[in-house]
């Protein structure tokens, strides 16, 4: 084993006792306030792109490129706040995302690829490709919601 | 049909049209909001066209055809229970406007109309979709009055199922079809009552199209806020 592997593999080693470590200390209250965050940024960002296209706001392709970039990667960020852990706090998480984990994930990763095209056609500065790229986010973040999360 | 029954006109066409319209708007409601997405847009429009169609319907009931207005079908209890006396005996009996029982259902279902569509408008879906009042209220009040979007849309289709099982049950047992009614507009009344000063008196279809046009006005102020 060559020096630079071993020390990439204690490095790795000790980044992931460091990670498990810092993880296991978070207040299962924090991980809730995460995942509120994340979500209520999500719709910060996600807001103004819909109003554009409904021509409430005059369409503004930097804005758009720049709060796509955001929900890319916002769309992410939720999900390692869903432990078990958290299921004694005041949320609106069902018990389904802790009994079907498989399926809650399948659920977030519709989001993360949906949030994906649309940032790539954002960028792009692809009005078109936005617009055909929008539902498919917004539907990610319902569906999710119908299954996932209480009234 | 019996002998002595005879046909006659009840339900005139802004009645008719205004119900199998409410039909088809509140069946697209339903799919538009399980489809979400860019289908809110129309869930939100549709939304608009039964507001003003309820409405519509209320103007009509205290200035429309003698059927329509409120104060020909909107019984007193006592009469509403003997009417459904008379219904779990399966005694048929028939009105030209709609049954005691029938028209506190109509008012039930307005009512209920009115609070799924003026909740609507304050909702949000934490998504990208809110009402056109939404941004007036809190957005703690904007999602409680989302929570009673939701739910009152259950109430909303119990009395639905309701009503349905109500005229299925006249059609059946009691062999009064008021579904074939409500297309034709006729209903098939016993002689004595089709003669006896039930004659309805029809107001003008030109009446109908201006009070709509009040109602879609009227939607449109509170949804366009011009002022």
Redesign the interface.
């Given at each position: 084993m060559s020096k630079k592997l071993l020390a990439a593999a204690v490095t790795t080693a000790i980044g992931a006792m460091v990670a498990s470590q810092a993880l296991a200390q978070v207040k299962p209250e924090t991980l809730v306030k995460q995942r509120q965050a994340a979500?209520t940024l999500q719709?910060k960002y996600?807001?103004p792109?819909?109003?554009m296209l409904?021509g409430n706001i005059p369409y503004n392709a930097d804005t758009v490129a720049l709060n796509a970039t955001f929900l890319e990667n916002l769309s992410r960020m939720p999900w390692d706040g869903f432990v078990p852990s958290t299921q004694g706090e005041k949320s609106k998480a069902k018990p389904e995302v802790f009994k079907d984990p498989a399926k809650f994930r399948q659920a977030a990763e519709q989001l993360e690829q949906a949030t994906v095209k649309l940032g790539a056609a954002a960028r792009a500065k692809d009005e078109a490709g936005v617009k055909a790229s929008?539902?498919?986010v917004?539907?990610a973040?319902?569906?999710c919601?119908d299954n996932f999360r209480e009234? | 049909m019996r002998s002595s029954e005879t046909p006659v006109k009840v339900w005139d066409a802004p009645v008719r049209l205004f119900h199998w319209t409410l039909v088809l708007l509140v069946v697209f409601m339903y799919v538009t909001a399980q489809l979400?997405?860019?289908w809110?847009?129309w869930h939100m429009r549709s939304g608009y066209a039964i507001l003003a169609l309820v409405f519509f319907r209320i103007l009509w009931g205290f200035a429309g055809s003698s059927t329509a207005r409120f104060s020909s079908f909107l019984a007193r209890p006592a009469a509403c229970l003997r009417f459904a006396q008379r219904l779990l005996k399966r005694e048929p009996a028939a009105f030209a406007s709609h049954n005691p029982l029938g028209g506190w259902m109509v008012v039930a279902l307005l009512a209920a109309l009115l609070v799924q569509a003026g909740t609507g408008l304050f909702a949000n879906?934490?998504?990208?979709?809110e009402g056109p009042l939404a941004g007036l209220v809190s957005k703690e009040m904007s999602d409680r009055l989302s929570?009673i979007h939701?739910?009152n849309f259950n109430g909303l289709l119990l009395l639905v199922g309701l009503h349905v099982a109500a005229v299925l049950y006249h059609w059946g047992l009691l062999k009064e079809n008021l579904i074939g009614a409500m297309f034709t507009g006729v209903k098939r009344l016993p002689a004595d009552a089709a003669a006896g000063g039930v004659a309805a008196r029809f107001a003008s279809p030109w009446l109908a199209l201006a009070l709509l046009a009040v109602a879609a006005l009227a939607v449109y102020l509170i949804v366009i806020r011009p002022f």
């Amino acid at each position: 084993m060559s020096k630079k592997l071993l020390a990439a593999a204690v490095t790795t080693a000790i980044g992931a006792m460091v990670a498990s470590q810092a993880l296991a200390q978070v207040k299962p209250e924090t991980l809730v306030k995460q995942r509120q965050a994340a979500m209520t940024l999500q719709a910060k960002y996600l807001g103004p792109i819909g109003g554009m296209l409904k021509g409430n706001i005059p369409y503004n392709a930097d804005t758009v490129a720049l709060n796509a970039t955001f929900l890319e990667n916002l769309s992410r960020m939720p999900w390692d706040g869903f432990v078990p852990s958290t299921q004694g706090e005041k949320s609106k998480a069902k018990p389904e995302v802790f009994k079907d984990p498989a399926k809650f994930r399948q659920a977030a990763e519709q989001l993360e690829q949906a949030t994906v095209k649309l940032g790539a056609a954002a960028r792009a500065k692809d009005e078109a490709g936005v617009k055909a790229s929008f539902g498919p986010v917004a539907k990610a973040c319902g569906g999710c919601h119908d299954n996932f999360r209480e009234k | 049909m019996r002998s002595s029954e005879t046909p006659v006109k009840v339900w005139d066409a802004p009645v008719r049209l205004f119900h199998w319209t409410l039909v088809l708007l509140v069946v697209f409601m339903y799919v538009t909001a399980q489809l979400k997405g860019d289908w809110m847009t129309w869930h939100m429009r549709s939304g608009y066209a039964i507001l003003a169609l309820v409405f519509f319907r209320i103007l009509w009931g205290f200035a429309g055809s003698s059927t329509a207005r409120f104060s020909s079908f909107l019984a007193r209890p006592a009469a509403c229970l003997r009417f459904a006396q008379r219904l779990l005996k399966r005694e048929p009996a028939a009105f030209a406007s709609h049954n005691p029982l029938g028209g506190w259902m109509v008012v039930a279902l307005l009512a209920a109309l009115l609070v799924q569509a003026g909740t609507g408008l304050f909702a949000n879906d934490d998504i990208a979709t809110e009402g056109p009042l939404a941004g007036l209220v809190s957005k703690e009040m904007s999602d409680r009055l989302s929570t009673i979007h939701y739910w009152n849309f259950n109430g909303l289709l119990l009395l639905v199922g309701l009503h349905v099982a109500a005229v299925l049950y006249h059609w059946g047992l009691l062999k009064e079809n008021l579904i074939g009614a409500m297309f034709t507009g006729v209903k098939r009344l016993p002689a004595d009552a089709a003669a006896g000063g039930v004659a309805a008196r029809f107001a003008s279809p030109w009446l109908a199209l201006a009070l709509l046009a009040v109602a879609a006005l009227a939607v449109y102020l509170i949804v366009i806020r011009p002022f």
